[in-house]
Nanobody
Framework: VQLQASGGGLVQAGGSLRLSCAHSGRTFTSYTIAWFRQAPGKERESVGSISKSGGTTLHAESVKGRFTISRDNAKNTVYLQMNSLKPEDTAVYYC??????????????????WGQGTQVTVSS
């Protein structure tokens, strides 16, 4: 399983970005997909996750109402739509996949497969 995250960049506060996470392989719908982020000097933290079917999502309190996770199983891709961005959202964003992860699993150790990360920088 390979994950390829893309879509990061530099944006002003209040702006929007959409990140993509492309999954290689034929068993995309077998995986719960999560987004994490890591700011300089901080631990990697959960942003949210989406169920295998895409019918259920969970978002961290810090991004709830601003970020939305979705998936297109026909395209083997998960998206992270980020609106109303704040400087504190600046981080490297990672997608992760796991067959056995529960939706409530927000720890990095719950996920086996990781994308390479994409940088998001929000200027004030």
């Amino acid at each position: 399983v390979q994950l390829q995250a893309s879509g990061g960049g530099l944006v002003q506060a209040g702006g929007s970005l959409r990140l993509s996470c492309a999954h290689s392989g034929r068993t995309f719908t077998s995986y719960t997909i999560a987004w994490f982020r890591q700011a300089p000097g901080k631990e990697r933290e959960s942003v949210g996750s989406i169920s295998k079917s895409g019918g259920t999502t969970l978002h961290a309190e810090s991004v709830k109402g601003r970020f939305t996770i979705s998936r297109d199983n026909a395209k083997n891709t998960v998206y992270l739509q980020m609106n109303s961005l704040k400087p504190e959202d600046t981080a490297v964003y990672y997608c992760a996949a796991e067959v056995s992860a529960a939706m409530a699993d927000t720890t990095t150790r719950s996920y086996t497969y990781w994308g390479q990360g994409t940088q998001v920088t929000v200027s004030s």
